[in-house]
């Protein structure tokens, strides 16, 4: 008799009949064969249970009465085999009329109980709906385990890996899940990358690349996923020994970026649960390889653009470099011409002086101290050119030590008291107490007269001088403000460059020397002003 494959639903079902009594049998076996069932006949129990492991029949009508075994022994033996545990069995008996009989079946693993002589009909209604609630528990359990397959798969797609790390695990995958004798995957050329063919082998250990031409000539007929003959099936694989296969395309926006595929090596079958489920891999296979190559594609841009952001950097690192040296250079030049220019004013006074204390001298004539006394002077002017000079090119860092700002300004206020009452100007302070700041006293006092100085200046018929001190969690804070004819936009920028001054007979050092000062305490100097209002100086000293 011819058996072929019942493990899908469109397979014709598969009886065994396992009953002793011949005419019982035929009987049994004549409805079987009416309703379209296979049947396969066995006269005891132990027959029984050889049929039912080797057969694999989709339903057992098992009689109770029979030689070497009865059927509650055939019942139990089948039952603790892992094979046979899910068959569905019908009992049909003559003996066993009691309801305690029919309790003890259905308590050793008997499905049903039919009690001969038997009903026709009932009979074939029962075994159709044993063989359907079994199918079904088939493929409830097939279906379950590939969705478990496919969260395997998601879970190893999802990590992120490289691209044919992705590429050889998925293939292990197909060979072990489809219970295959070999995997294909094959990648269609993209403007990164060539078409590339990758193959495993059930028992191999190795992936082998293959020439992607003919595997893609055979497989662009693929829209969907579909079985392939044996004859496609050694075309794709190149090998003779494949008797059938499953592939299914790699869509993206619909548009093939790839196939995969399976083959078998013996009478396999493949029916639309395979498609199925390889239409489901395909799909988490597609966005997975498709993000593996997205990835790789960013990470040749993100290197592209480093390399090119490197390149960029070192020209501009160069340029500046070199606008540093040119302004350098610039600025040395300013900075001769005005140092040329504030020496040369004294010394003409002091040659001039001395020329005519030496011609006095040749001439017989005396030399009082009051010929003496201008160029003096101007040697004194000099001399705290260069002390100024000095400062502004290295600060002293020296005398640090805790100081009060409210008493030290305080005491700056005092000491230009005089000089704002005579220029008719107001002073307004508000100082808070703040915390002691670690600072060079002498040189925050240089500071404070300088700005209130300054201030002054600025106000020639008068104003207000506002002098405010306060601190946060960070700073201590000091501002001087007055309301004086103010600075143009374009030349606060300029202002703490050294000799640039704003004054007729400003020597244009002192804004500078702050400036220096304040820097070398870790503060900031920061300024801002408006033309016929006025101009504020903000000062930060940092208090940790």
């Not at 057992?60 to 046979?84: A, F, N, S």
């Not at 008997?110 to 009903?119: E, G, H, L, S, T």
């Amino acid at each position: 008799m011819d058996f072929s494959d019942t493990s899908h639903p469109e397979a014709q079902p598969l009886v065994l009949i396992a009953d002793d009594e011949q005419d019982v049998a035929e009987v049994l076996e004549r409805i079987c064969v009416r309703a379209g069932f296979q049947v396969a006949v066995v006269g005891d129990g132990v027959a029984a249970i050889d049929a039912a492991r080797t057969l694999t029949p989709d339903l057992l009508l098992l009689d109770i009465q029979m030689p070497y075994l009865d059927g509650w022994g055939v019942i139990t033996r089948l039952r603790e085999d892992e094979t046979t545990r899910q068959l569905p069995i019908i009992v049909l008996t003559a003996q066993a009329t009691k309801p305690q009989d029919a309790a003890h079946g259905i308590d050793l693993g008997a499905d049903d109980y039919i009690v001969k002589p038997f009903n026709y009909h009932e009979l074939l209604a029962r075994m159709k709906a044993k063989i359907r609630a079994r199918r079904l528990e088939e493929s409830l359990q097939k279906r379950t385990q590939e969705l478990e397959a496919l969260l395997r798969l998601g879970y190893d797609l999802n990590r992120p890996v490289e691209l044919r790390t992705l590429t050889a695990n998925l293939l292990f995958y197909l060979a072990t899940e489809l219970r295959s004798g070999a995997a294909l995957l094959c990648l269609v050329e993209t403007a990164d990358s060539p078409a590339f063919v990758l193959t495993y082998r059930a028992g191999d250990e190795q992936i082998h690349y293959a020439d992607a031409a003919p595997v893609l000539l055979h497989l662009e007929t693929a829209q969907s996923p579909m079985v392939l003959t044996a004859q496609s099936a050694q075309q794709v694989f190149q090998q003779a020994l494949f008797i059938q296969a499953v592939a299914a395309p790699l869509s993206y926006n619909e548009a093939p970026i790839g196939y995969i595929a399976v083959a078998a090596t013996e009478e396999r079958n493949y029916n639309q649960h395979d498609v199925r489920f390889m239409s489901s891999i395909s799909r988490q296979a597609t966005l997975a390889i498709r993000n593996a190559q997205l990835h790789e594609e960013l990470q040749g841009y993100a290197s592209a653009l480093e390399a090119r952001v490197e390149a960029r950097t070192a020209e501009l690192t160069a340029t500046q470099e070199q606008l540093i040296r040119s302004e350098k250079l610039a600025s040395i030049g300013r900075l001769a011409r005005e140092i040329a220019h504030e020496v040369n004013n004294p010394l003409q006074p002091i040659m001039v002086y001395l020329e005519d204390a030496l011609e006095d001298l040749e001439n017989g004539h005396s030399v009082t101290a009051e010929d003496l006394i201008v160029p003096l002077n101007e040697v004194k002017r000099l001399k705290r050119l260069v002390q100024r000079l000095q400062e502004f090119a290295k600060p002293d860092s020296g005398g640090m030590t805790q100081i009060n700002l409210n008493n030290l300004i305080s005491e700056v206020l005092t000491l230009t008291s005089r000089k704002l009452q005579k220029t008719n100007i107001e002073l307004r302070s508000n100082l808070q107490q703040v915390p002691l700041v670690r600072a060079n006293p002498d040189q925050i006092k240089q500071v404070l007269l300088n700005l209130t100085i300054n201030a002054a200046d600025a106000m020639e018929n008068g104003g207000v001088l506002e002098v405010r001190l306060w601190h946060n969690s960070d700073y201590a804070t000091f501002a001087v403000k007055d309301t004086g004819k103010g600075i143009p936009q374009e030349n606060l920028r300029l202002i703490f460059e050294p000799f640039y001054t704003g004054k007729v007979d400003g020597a244009g050092i002192g804004l500078a020397v702050s400036h220096s000062i304040i820097e070398a305490h870790g503060g900031q100097i920061d300024v801002t002003s408006q033309v016929g209002v006025g101009t504020e100086f903000t000062v930060r000293l940092p208090l940790h």
